[in-house]
C-alpha cells in the first residue's frame, strides 16, 4: 500500500509557474501509474496528467497541454507537475493518485492524496 502526499500548492500570479510534488512511502511505489487530478469549487474532479510507472509515457488532458509537465524519480519516491503559465481557470485543489492500471479515470485510482491548493490570482 501507498499513501501519496502532496505539496507545492500556493498563490501565483497569472502567467506564473509552480511545481508540484507527490512523494508516497512504500517500496512500491514505482511500480504504479500516478496520476494528477483537480477539483474546482462546486466543480467535479477531472485527469489533467498521468505517467506510467516507469515514466516511459505520458498522457495530459487538452487543458494542460503545453503547459503541464509530469514526470517522476523512482529512486526519491516523488512525482512531479511542472504547471507554466498559469491562468486563473487552473485554480483548484489538486490530488495525485496511484493506479495499478494505466488510466485517465478516477475510479481506476486506487490511492489518493489529501490535495494540495493551488489559487491563481489575475
Known amino acids: 500500500q501507498v499513501k501519496p502526499v502532496e505539496s507545492g500548492g500556493g498563490l501565483v500570479q497569472t502567467g506564473g509557474s509552480l511545481r508540484l510534488t507527490c512523494t508516497a512511502s512504500?517500496?512500491?511505489?514505482?511500480?504504479?501509474?500516478v496520476g494528477w487530478f483537480r477539483q474546482a469549487p462546486g466543480k467535479a474532479r477531472y485527469f489533467i496528467a498521468a505517467?506510467?510507472?516507469?515514466?516511459?509515457?505520458?498522457h495530459y488532458s487538452d487543458s494542460v497541454k503545453d503547459r503541464f509537465t509530469i514526470s517522476r524519480d523512482n529512486a526519491k519516491g516523488t512525482v512531479y507537475l511542472e504547471m507554466n503559465s498559469l491562468n486563473p481557470e487552473d485554480t483548484a485543489v489538486y490530488f495525485c493518485?496511484?493506479?495499478?492500471?494505466?488510466?485517465?479515470?478516477?475510479?481506476?485510482?486506487?490511492?489518493w492524496g489529501q490535495g494540495t491548493q493551488v489559487t491563481v490570482s489575475s
Open positions: 505517467i506510467t510507472s516507469t515514466g516511459a509515457s505520458t
Open positions: 493518485a496511484a493506479s495499478s492500471r494505466w488510466s485517465r479515470l478516477d475510479r481506476d485510482y486506487d490511492y
Open positions: 512504500g517500496r512500491t511505489f514505482g511500480s504504479y501509474s
